[in-house]
């Protein structure tokens, strides 16, 4: 090999990045790198000591009637759907009374919840999948749920979290992703991008309550405009931008 051969191959080899070392590569979507598991374990226990039994707070009486308020619920708050609630279900007492119902009426029914269009047909929808392809029963799968009209994930995983039990994932909701940010467990936008971290970095078996407290605590605590940053308890672990301290 001549001179200037070897020359450019040194050159090149300089150019190239070293190898990676440190072990396991970072994960994506968590502020500075990979979710640290200790900081994970300190939110996970900040969350208990505050709401140990974070609970839905739609009300319902079976898994049909939370499928029905989880869709009610998008642009809307639990308190205007629960005030709803307490004549839609007295008058559509099963999914048939709901999926045969009359379009302009039901429309009229749910109309202070937002949406009432939109959230007609994806009720209507959903319920005759169920009458007609699942027996009149709710399933109990992801696969299943998602089959239905107007349900994607986050209506999914709280039905199946709270009815039926089944961790099949965490809900994302407008609570979730401000906090997820904020505590740096997700910096990504998309729910389901912020779902994927959140399983990496929370433990299965605590996926249907932190998914509850996460909510709860963005409802009380750590609110969109004006965090209450002073009365939290996971202050000294949040390094968001906006804290209020």
């Excluded at 300190?42 to 000591?49: F, K, S, Y």
């Excluded at 707070?57 to 009610?72: A, G």
């Excluded at 963005?218 to 609110?223: K, N």
């Excluded at 390094?239 to 301290?245: G, I, L, S």
Aim: charged share 25%; hydrophobic share 40%.
């Amino acid at each position: 090999m001549t001179t200037t051969k070897k020359t450019k191959k040194k050159a090149a080899a300089a150019r190239k990045p070293a190898p990676r070392t440190g072990g396991k590569s970072a994960k994506p979507g968590a502020a500075g790198g990979e979710a640290d598991a200790k900081r994970v374990a300190a939110i996970l226990a900040g969350l208990d000591a505050a709401y140990p039994a974070a609970s839905c707070e739609l009300k319902h009486d079976n898994p049909f009637q939370l499928l029905v308020s989880t869709i009610l619920s998008a642009q809307c708050t639990d308190v205007r759907v629960n005030e709803v609630a307490k004549t839609l279900y007295a008058k559509y007492p099963a999914p048939e009374a709901f999926a045969y119902a009359t379009p302009s009426k039901l429309e009229q029914e749910i109309r202070p919840t937002g949406f009432f269009r939109n959230k007609t047909k994806s009720i209507m929808g959903a319920s005759k999948a169920i009458v007609e392809k699942f027996g009149g029963k709710v399933p109990r799968t992801m696969e299943e749920m998602l089959t239905l009209p107007g349900v994607a994930r986050k209506t999914a995983n709280v039905v199946l979290g709270t009815a039926y039990g089944i961790a099949s994932g965490v809900v994302v909701d407008t609570h979730v992703l401000r906090l997820s940010k904020r505590l740096g467990l997700s910096q990504h936008e998309d729910p389901k991008k912020v779902e994927e971290d959140l399983m990496r970095v929370i433990p299965k078996e605590k996926w249907i309550l932190f998914s509850h407290q996460i909510i709860w605590h963005g409802r009380r605590i750590c609110q969109a405009r004006k965090p209450k940053c002073a009365e939290c308890n996971l202050e000294a672990l949040c390094h968001a931008k906006d804290k209020t301290v």
